[in-house]
């Protein structure tokens, strides 16, 4: 009796080596993928951290922990350039990127960019710059002026890229017209207000279809981004690059190591 429990404790143990070898093998075969953080809010904007929130601590922090650790970060079009010409990417390449386009995007991480000289992409919501919008929140949150998008462009570290028009979940558009003025319209229209290309999109609430994709695309959008990874999604199409979310979480900074490691969507893809 007793034998026979010993074996298949051994039978067991083999079992479950053999299967851990076979996820190493899977996940960590080819090298560390280029990796693009999502941030929204960096601090509380209404006095509590919410999901979608890093306080700014933590993200100076984080940006600590990137430069003490090496790590290159590049500009979402460099990245996306990158992919184009097929180039493999270097392990520790990160790109760092903002929805929504909070005032906090100025007056808490800028001057943390600008200390560390690491450059950024903001999504803004074209129709609400400047004022009191609730976005993806339950309370309206004030929204970056076109002062302040101005002044953190000029920088040369900060590049902004469309979130929309107004925030709008395109798979929930079925009007043609409406979705081309979330689309191609905000694009338009920022680029006269900025006075330069808007070559970057995302997607509010990681939300598309196949025509909005193919739509972003022929607005002439470099590169679009969307929110998580899902199973089976290609991790190199331009149009709907994969992101890490930054958020309350992410002041472990053994998860925040995680994350950046290269390997964290593969780790929550397989286990999706
Ligand atoms: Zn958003």
Same mark, same amino acid.
């Given at each position: 009796?007793?034998?026979n429990?010993l074996r298949?404790?051994?039978? !067991?143990f083999? @079992? $479950? +080596?053999? &299967?851990?070898?076979?996820w190493?093998?899977h996940?960590?075969?080819?090298?560390?993928?280029a990796?693009i !953080?999502?941030?929204?809010?960096v601090?509380a904007?209404?006095g509590?951290?919410t999901?979608?929130?890093?306080?700014?601590r *933590?993200f100076e922090?984080q940006m *600590? @922990? #990137?430069?003490r650790?090496? +790590?290159?970060?590049? /500009?979402?079009t460099e990245?996306a350039?990158?992919l184009? /010409?097929?180039?493999k990417? &270097?392990?520790?390449t990160v790109?760092?990127t903002?929805?929504d386009?909070?005032?906090?995007?100025?007056?808490e %991480?800028?001057?943390v960019?600008?200390?560390?000289?690491?450059p950024a992409t903001? @999504?803004v919501v074209?129709?609400?710059l400047?004022?009191?919008?609730?976005?993806?929140?339950r309370?309206?949150?004030? #929204?970056?002026?076109?002062?302040? $998008?101005?002044e953190m462009e000029?920088s040369g #570290?900060? *590049?902004i890229?469309?979130?929309?028009?107004?925030?709008s979940y395109?798979?929930?558009i079925?009007?043609?017209?409406? #979705?081309?003025?979330?689309?191609?319209g905000?694009?338009v229209?920022?680029e %006269?207000? !900025?006075?330069r290309?808007v070559?970057s999109f995302c997607?509010?609430?990681?939300g598309y279809t196949? %025509?909005?994709?193919?739509?972003?695309?022929?607005a002439?959008?470099?590169v &679009?981004?969307?929110?998580n990874?899902?199973?089976?999604?290609?991790a190199? *199409? !331009?149009?709907t690059?994969? /992101?890490?979310?930054?958020?309350k979480k992410?002041?472990h900074?053994g $998860?925040?190591?995680v994350?950046?490691?290269g390997y964290?969507l593969r780790?929550?893809?397989?286990s999706s």
């Amino acid at each position: 009796m007793k034998k026979n429990i010993l074996r298949v404790g051994v039978y !067991l143990f083999v @079992f $479950i +080596f053999v &299967a851990f070898i076979v996820w190493c093998r899977h996940i960590f075969s080819g090298g560390p993928d280029a990796v693009i !953080l999502m941030y929204h809010s960096v601090g509380a904007p209404h006095g509590e951290l919410t999901s979608l929130d890093v306080s700014a601590r *933590d993200f100076e922090r984080q940006m *600590d @922990f #990137l430069s003490r650790h090496g +790590f290159r970060v590049v /500009r979402l079009t460099e990245l996306a350039a990158m992919l184009r /010409r097929g180039e493999k990417i &270097a392990p520790r390449t990160v790109v760092i990127t903002f929805d929504d386009g909070y005032e906090n995007n100025y007056t808490e %991480a800028f001057p943390v960019l600008k200390k560390y000289g690491f450059p950024a992409t903001i @999504f803004v919501v074209g129709s609400h710059l400047g004022e009191e919008y609730p976005v993806a929140r339950r309370v309206p949150t004030r #929204l970056l002026t076109l002062a302040q $998008i101005k002044e953190m462009e000029g920088s040369g #570290l900060v *590049d902004i890229g469309s979130h929309t028009w107004t925030h709008s979940y395109l798979p929930g558009i079925s009007d043609p017209q409406a #979705l081309r003025n979330e689309i191609l319209g905000s694009k338009v229209k920022l680029e %006269a207000a !900025l006075g330069r290309p808007v070559v970057s999109f995302c997607y509010p609430l990681g939300g598309y279809t196949r %025509a909005a994709r193919k739509m972003v695309q022929e607005a002439g959008y470099r590169v &679009a981004v969307g929110i998580n990874s899902k199973k089976g999604r290609p991790a190199d *199409d !331009l149009y709907t690059l994969k /992101r890490i979310k930054v958020a309350k979480k992410s002041r472990h900074m053994g $998860i925040f190591f995680v994350q950046v490691s290269g390997y964290y969507l593969r780790m929550k893809e397989s286990s999706s």
